[in-house]
Every structure is written in C-alpha cells, then in structure tokens.
C-alpha cells in the first residue's frame, strides 16, 4: 500500500467473496507459553507463533524514517494502516488472523457488513452502540461521515486514499468541509440516525466494503478537528490513545481506559503501551532486533543487505525469521514529462538497459528481495499474465537494443537526468545505485536523489511539478494492493485521474486516456473471467508505453520478535499483525 484517486466505477459484483463473521485473534486462546515456542524458519508465516493472552508489558517498535502521517484520513503506507487499528477504528477491518483468512473484510465500528441496494450504488452500515472516544463521548454516524468527507480535502491531506471522493455522489466543486463549509452533502452520504450511515454512489461498485475498511472511515469529532494538526494528537477509538506526540522523533500509545472490549470482537489489547521511535537508522534496527533491544522494524519491509549475510548464514538466527511472498511490485516510475523521456524511445532504452539481477540483488537476491519480473501484477493476483516486453538473456539487460532505442530518439551518446529514492531506505539506495552503473553502460547518467521517507509523495516524486522542474526522470517506488484484486492493486497507480498537481499522488508517471478506460469497463463488468482478463490488458498497455520500469515482485525476510507473544504474518499487510501481538 501506499495508494488512491478519481475513477467513474461501477459493477456490483467486483468485490473478492467477503465473510461477515466477526473474529477475536487466533484460535489459540486461555494458553500461555511465553518463550515456550520453539523456534523454527517461517513458524509464523500461516499460524501464530507462541500463542498467549498474558496482558502487560511494552512493545518497543522503530521506523527508519519518518511516519506519513497518524491521521487516518491522509496515511497511505501500508504499515501505518497496520499499526492505526491500535487507536482508531475503521467501519471495517481485515481479520486479524494468520493465513488466507487474514484477506477477507470483517465488521469492526460497524455491526455488519455494508448492504448493498439500488443495484450496488448505495451502501449502508449500522454502527455498534457503546464505542466511545478517549474523553467519553459516544461515537455516532456524524463522526464517520464528517472522517470521511474532511478526506476529500486533498490540499490539506495530500497524502490519502482518493476513493471516496471517485466514487460517492459528491455536489459538483466539493471540497470538503473546511472549504466548502455548509455545503449540502446528502448527495453523498446521509445520516438517518446516530446508528445508520449511508453511502450514495455515482455507479454501482460491488466492492464497496472495501472502501468501509480505509482508515478513512475512523470516526473524527468535528468539534475536535485540527486540520492539518489533528495528527499531532488523534482522538482515539481504539483500545490505546496517544500519551506522547514528538513529531518526527517518537511517540507513545497507553491504555484508553473508554475503550469497551465487549464493544470490540477484533481486538485483545494485550501489552500496556507502544513506545515507536522515528528516524532510526535501519541497520542499527536489524541489529537492535537480533540483539532482543528493540521488537519491531514496523515499517515491516524486512533485512537490510548489510543483515541479510549474516541472519541467512547462522541457522539460528534464520529460525527466528520469516519469508513472506508480498502482493507488492518494486519499481521504478519513467517521467514522460522530463526530457527526453517525452520519447518513448528513450524511456524504452532505459527500459533494455536496466540489470533487473542487480535491482533484485539491490533489495537482497532472491530470498529476501523477490523474484525478476517484466509485469506489474504480481503473481497472486488474480488476472496476472506472465510476459517481458524488454526481455535480455540473462536478466542483466540488452545493452544492443537499448543503444537502438537511444539513436531512434535521438541521444546516440545518451543523456543525463536524476533518480529518486527514499533516504532513509538502503535498499532503495543500492536499487539506484545499481541502475546508475547499468544505464551508464549506454551513456545515460543518473544523478542520485534522496527525499525524506514522510513527504516523497506529497512534496517530491509524487508531486508532478517539483517532478518536472528538477528533472526527476526516475523515481524509485514500491506499491502493495490496497486488497488483493486486480482493481485493489492497479487503479491507484495507473489511472492518470489519481495524479494531483499539488502533491501526493500515487500514481507518478502513467497518464494514458486508454488505460483509464479500461480501468472504467473492467470496474462495470460484472463476470469475474471477464473482469480479470482487463488486468492483464492493463498491464501490457503501460509497459507498451515504458512509462514503469518494474524491478521484482516482493518477498522479505522478517526477524520475527523473540520478545513478544501471538506473532503472525498478516496476508492483508505482508507484515506481522500489530493488533495482535502480546509481550512474552
């Protein structure tokens, strides 16, 4: 995830099948073996590993860079929506429980799952009674449509999911409710009681429950609301709220005592607190964690390459690892608006010059970084169709056909532009390194940018005129599905209506009206063949424009925390379940 954007949608049947069963954690429950289990390569990949309901303790968790932002209603990384169930509430949520299971939606502020009527262009939720905010005040339909409406305001929250404002029947020039302050909204969702929110659609979309399960329907009090500050402190509706807030440095999640278990069948709040330290350098991390000082890598992305020797070659430390294969492309966008890359030829020439073993090598081999591909779906999803359009023997390029495609645009001798990556990311930084050498083998020079982790979509590789003015033509990227479908991973990263000239977008370099088209008729097609086999046309329209260099389909390599109890890799994340784990 990282992810959203304006899209005219519609079919009822688009939604992968969802289970209305609400769920507690694992089935492991009333045990406690804390620092019984035995270790073991991959324990906690499909089951919970050292299962236990021992309350108590602090988990301590590090990022190497910044967080995007607490707001529900503007993060988009996916270990951010992981780590924000712990103090905020969503309609939905993906069931907090290892293996395939961990896919599928499951009620949480809401009662149920949405009901669909008017051919899937309204939804509607009913919300559980006794769900509180931290100071005591009970949580009504108004707080879930004012969270999500604030949302759409895109200036204020760069960032965010854009779902909601392509989807609902919004009055023509809404802005949100800072900016259009008074404005009528029943259009788009109506509140009958304090109990009944529903959502009116331009199109019907059958996966609307999805969309129920964004951060962005954690309830926000108007009378609270800071803007663009109310990260600084978000009114909690979980089980932990925030005791401190030092932006950019750390901060610390305690027990909200008007959290009400008997209202909530998701969660088991075990530890006491959650301390989070930011901007940690990542390889002190990996050795904080094998060292037992530190529990969590939350950005949950796995080993660094200076770790990855090491943990790999001691078979002790690799026990206490797992090897997740991620619905998750690491690649590189092409900027059609940097010069030359206006010339497909030159984006194609990048495109045959690049050593993908170096990218895969770059993000650690095979094990820990992922496997070659010339997609960008990956395998897992549904629809996905094996191809390369730039193919080389040996992965490592075709240093010819590029030297081709570079005097077909013009730049026989090659040409200089800049590549950005996230600063506080080593793998990002050897990808780039990698691909610097590779390209130079055919003249075309790169310049290494680095950007700060918290604001690369919002004010730099995501921000299409500090793009084109300081001739970004590559910006490393990575994109997990916001579900695992073809519409959950390919829409907010190849719709050219995502791409927000002021900031944030997801999308970074593909603008092509017949891709947007096809977006549009695979949304309305109701048959799933049918549906599915316009992901794979996708696919190969944007590679035919060599606008997205794609690198490999992820996997990592996690240490699994000695330290805590109830570990598990969540299929919805990729990464192990914050909600769930316990101290040992």
């Not at 289970?19 to 906690?44: L, T």
């Not at 969503?90 to 599928?104: R, S, Y």
């Not at 075709?398 to 793998?427: M, S």
């Not at 977008?505 to 096809?518: A, F, K």
Request: aromatic share 10%; hydrophobic share 35%; net charge negative.
């Amino acid at each position: 995830m990282r992810k959203s954007r304006a899209l005219v949608a519609g079919a009822a049947a688009l939604a992968l099948t969802l289970s209305a069963a609400a769920c507690g954690g694992s089935d492991d429950k009333g045990s406690d073996n804390s620092g019984g289990a035995k270790p073991e390569f991959n324990a906690a990949l499909t089951q919970v590993f050292n299962p236990s309901d021992k309350k108590g303790g602090t988990i301590r968790l590090a990022n190497s860079g910044d967080w995007d932002t607490l707001d529900p209603g503007e993060t988009y990384y996916g270990y951010s929506w992981n780590f924000l169930r712990l103090y905020g509430r969503g309609l939905l949520m993906f069931k907090p429980v290892p293996g395939a299971e961990g896919n599928t939606v499951t009620p949480d502020l809401a009662e149920g799952l949405g009901t669909p009527s008017d051919g899937g262009k309204t939804w509607t939720y009913k919300i559980r009674k006794g769900v509180k905010f931290e100071d005591g005040t009970e949580v009504t339909s108004k707080d879930v449509k004012y969270a999500v409406l604030r949302s759409i305001d895109k200036e204020t929250f760069p960032n965010g999911p854009a779902y909601f404002e392509g989807f609902l029947n919004l009055p023509e020039g809404y802005k949100g409710p800072y900016k259009s302050k008074g404005v009528n909204t029943d259009s788009a969702i109506t509140t009958p009681d304090d109990q009944t929110i529903v959502f009116h659609l331009k199109q019907a979309f059958g996966g609307f429950d999805y969309f129920a399960a964004l951060p962005q329907t954690v309830p926000v009090p108007e009378a609270k609301d800071t803007g663009a500050k109310y990260k600084e402190h978000v009114v909690s509706t979980g089980p932990y709220k925030f005791e401190t807030n030092e932006l950019g440095k750390s901060f610390k999640l305690v027990r909200n005592d008007k959290w009400d278990a008997a209202t909530d069948p998701n969660r088991k709040a075990l530890p006491d607190a959650y301390e989070v330290q930011l901007n940690v350098n990542a390889d002190d991390i990996d050795n904080r964690l094998l060292s037992g000082d530190l529990d969590v890598d939350v950005v949950g992305t796995g080993v660094q390459p200076a770790t990855l020797g090491r943990v790999v070659g001691d078979p002790t430390l690799k026990a206490s690892t797992d090897n997740p294969t991620l619905a998750r492309l690491w690649y590189t966008s092409i900027n059609p608006t940097v010069a030359p890359l206006d010339n497909i030829d030159c984006r194609k020439a990048i495109e045959y010059a690049a050593d993908k073993v170096g990218y895969q090598t770059a993000y650690g081999g095979p094990l820990a970084g992922g496997d070659i591909t010339g997609t960008i779906l990956p395998p897992m999803i549904p629809g996905y169709e094996k191809f390369d359009l730039y193919p080389s023997a040996d992965g490592t390029g075709d240093v010819a056909k590029a030297k081709e495609h570079l005097k077909a645009c013009g730049q026989e001798n090659g040409f200089e532009t800049n590549i950005a990556y996230r600063a506080e990311r080593p793998k990002e930084k050897a990808t780039a390194e990698a691909l610097q050498q590779s390209l130079a083998r055919v003249g075309i020079k790169l310049t290494l940018k680095p950007f700060p982790q918290g604001d690369y979509f919002s004010q730099y590789a995501g921000n299409p005129p500090y793009v084109k003015n300081n001739k970004l033509g590559l910006n490393l990227n990575g994109w997990g599905a916001d579900w695992n479908d073809g519409f959950g991973f390919l829409s907010q990263i190849v719709d050219s209506r995502v791409i927000r000239e002021t900031g944030g977008s997801s999308n970074t370099s593909v603008r092509i009206p017949e891709v947007d088209g096809l977006l549009d008729k695979a949304s309305s097609e109701t048959d799933a063949a049918k549906r599915d086999a316009y992901w794979a046309q996708i696919d190969k329209r944007v590679m035919e424009e060599a606008v997205i260099l794609p690198g490999v389909t992820a996997k990592s390599l996690l240490i699994r925390p000695k330290t805590l109890s109830n570990v598990f890799v969540s299929d919805a994340y990729n990464m192990y379940d914050y909600l769930s784990l316990g101290v040992a």
